[in-house]
């Protein structure tokens, strides 16, 4: 149950688009569509922003899409804005009923 | 209105138990799984358990801590023994949902409750 990796942190301008990365194993990321993403602002609990690899929740900005290649997910934000700023966390099934969490990436906007 | 509140945190001594609760309301609390994911202070975030009509656990807590629910209750536990300093975390009480037959994400949360294991 080794953690996933992202990026410590990621920036961008209002208005453009960044991109987070999120790299596992065959065994988790890998095997399965089952990739989540959540936003945490300070202070407060996570937020599931995307499922099953690319779907939205109902109540989330179309400006957040995911997607995945080989053993390796991401995270796409167009359009940043000023609210965007947050930690994200990627999670993936990682097989006999387990979950693992990325270490985590601080978003800022500049 | 989907509401999850975590309770029973505190100031633990290593080697010592914690329960933790999770009371919901605004869903059919019987009708879903369940977990406990924790983030430890100024860390990310690690799933610690999920219940459905089996358990399940990360090695770092695998016969330390256990998971119950009672339905009746719309309540989630969480028994925590032999407590060392690196449990201490925020723990978090999340809604899972399942993807086919397989856990899959978490899609509610409370708003946690602090465990600090301290001598």
């Known amino acids: 149950q080794s953690a996933l990796t992202q990026p410590a942190s990621v920036s961008g301008s209002p208005g453009q688009s960044i991109t987070i990365s999120c790299t596992g194993t065959?065994?988790?990321?890998?095997?399965?569509?089952?990739v989540s993403w959540y936003q945490q602002h300070p202070g407060k609990a996570p937020k599931l922003m995307i499922y099953e690899g690319s779907e939205r929740p109902s109540g989330v900005s179309n400006r957040f899409s995911g997607s995945k290649s080989g053993n390796t997910a991401s995270l796409t934000i167009s359009g940043l804005q000023a609210e965007d700023e947050a930690d994200y966390y990627c999670c993936s099934y990682a097989g006999s009923s387990t979950l693992v969490f990325g270490g985590g990436t601080k978003l800022t906007v500049l | 209105e989907v509401q999850l509140v975590e309770s029973g945190g505190g100031l633990v001594q290593p080697g010592g138990s914690l329960r933790l609760s999770c009371v919901v309301s605004g869903f059919t609390f019987s009708s879903y799984a369940m977990s406990w994911v924790r983030q430890a202070p100024g860390k990310g975030l690690e799933w610690v358990s999920a219940i459905s009509g089996s358990t399940y656990y990360a090695d770092s807590v695998k016969g330390r801590f256990t998971i119950s629910r009672d339905n009746s209750k719309n309540s989630l536990y969480l028994q925590m023994n032999s407590l060392r300093a690196e449990d201490t975390a925020v723990y978090y009480c999340?809604?899972?949902?399942?993807?086919?037959?397989?856990?899959?994400?978490?899609?509610?949360w409370g708003q946690g409750t602090l465990v600090t294991v301290s001598s």
């Open positions: 999340a809604k899972v949902r399942y993807t086919g037959i397989t856990l899959s994400y978490f899609d509610s």
């Open positions: 065959s065994s988790d990321v890998g095997s399965y569509n089952l």
